[in-house]
């Protein structure tokens, strides 16, 4: 029985690294195609920032949130406090 940790530890880290890259451009794809169809009024400009702030914010509540509060969870995070 193969796993994935099995088929990853076979590549290079240069193609693990890939393959991580390939899957968070897969994940913001279909996440902004998921909010062009739920806001179809939103611009190109607006979905790339709903879509970035929900990468920073994960499973945060963004509208329950005040700006400072946003930016104690996001600076939590850098500093890997969260």
């Known amino acids: 029985?193969?796993?994935?940790?099995?088929?990853?530890?076979h590549k290079?880290?240069?193609e693990r690294l890939r393959i991580g890259?390939?899957?968070?451009?897969s994940a913001c794809r279909m996440l902004k195609a998921h909010l062009g169809?739920?806001?179809?009024?939103?611009?190109a400009e607006?979905?790339?920032?709903?879509?970035?702030k929900r990468f920073i914010m994960g499973p945060y509540r963004t509208d329950?949130?005040?700006?400072?509060?946003?930016?104690k969870v996001i600076n939590d995070r850098i500093r890997g406090n969260a």
């Open 1 to 9: 029985m193969t796993g994935t940790a099995e088929v990853l530890r």
């Open 12 to 14: 290079t880290p240069a």
């Open 21 to 25: 890259f390939n899957l968070w451009e």
């Open 37 to 43: 169809k739920t806001h179809p009024e939103w611009d």
């Open 46 to 52: 607006r979905l790339g920032k709903e879509v970035a």
């Open 64 to 71: 329950r949130l005040g700006l400072s509060e946003i930016w």
